[in-house]
């Protein structure tokens, strides 16, 4: 009896490290270290200013996705890197009105890093996600929350994580650091005064029917 209670105790160390290890693949430390150099912020100069988002790299060779509406009529757009370099975009491909999905594509001298779609039919209410933009410009933000609700009849996920102007084009992520959504929009009756917990994103899967593998 003694020599079973020694295995199953030596068992739980032995599998401990592993479940650590997993633990800290899933924390929101490491998904934004990994994520954070794929996401830009992306600006496009509009004859009365700026419209400001954010985009992410989903080919290594420089194809940006990203919100529609952010492009607007916009004459140049600029993607600013994680690391501070910009480049002038062109848009590939555009899909506006309840989609408002857009494909950038810059010129790069190297290989960039990139997130993955993820797969938004697997999706449930109460999962925890990620979402990194740049709302109101401050640059790489990581805010953290669970899907509130699937409006299924519209396509879009709703969320309570932090979203704000400056975040549309951005990801919405799942714990593996998947791409589930694109943040889209806020219900924001008081005019932008406040975010009061109700985010819209685009789901990923609708996204991938649109690029009909162009990347």
Do not use: W
Request: glycine share 10%; aromatic share 8%.
């Amino acid at each position: 009896m003694l020599k079973k209670y020694l295995l199953i105790i030596l068992s739980f160390f032995v599998t401990l490290p592993t479940f650590a290890l997993d633990l800290k693949y899933h924390s929101p430390a490491y998904i934004y270290k990994k994520i954070n150099p794929a996401i830009v912020a992306v600006d496009s100069q509009l004859d009365d200013g700026i419209s400001c988002g954010t985009g992410c790299i989903i080919d290594k060779n420089g194809t940006i996705l990203t919100s529609a509406h952010i492009l607007e009529d916009g004459k140049d757009i600029i993607v600013t890197m994680s690391n501070g370099e910009d480049y002038k975009a062109k848009v590939i491909k555009r899909l506006g009105e309840n989609k408002d999905i857009a494909l950038l594509k810059i010129s790069v001298p190297y290989y960039l890093k990139t997130v993955k779609l993820g797969d938004s039919s697997k999706i449930k209410v109460g999962e925890s996600v990620l979402a990194i933009g740049n709302p109101f410009g401050f640059k790489g933000t990581l805010t953290q929350g669970i899907i509130s609700r699937i409006d299924y009849a519209k396509n879009r996920i709703q969320t309570d994580a932090a979203i704000n102007p400056g975040s549309s084009g951005g990801p919405l992520l799942n714990t593996h650091g998947e791409i589930i959504g694109i943040n889209q929009a806020i219900y924001n009756p008081d005019n932008n005064i406040s975010n009061i917990g109700i985010g819209f994103a685009t789901p990923v899967n609708l996204i991938k029917e649109y690029l009909n593998f162009e990347i």
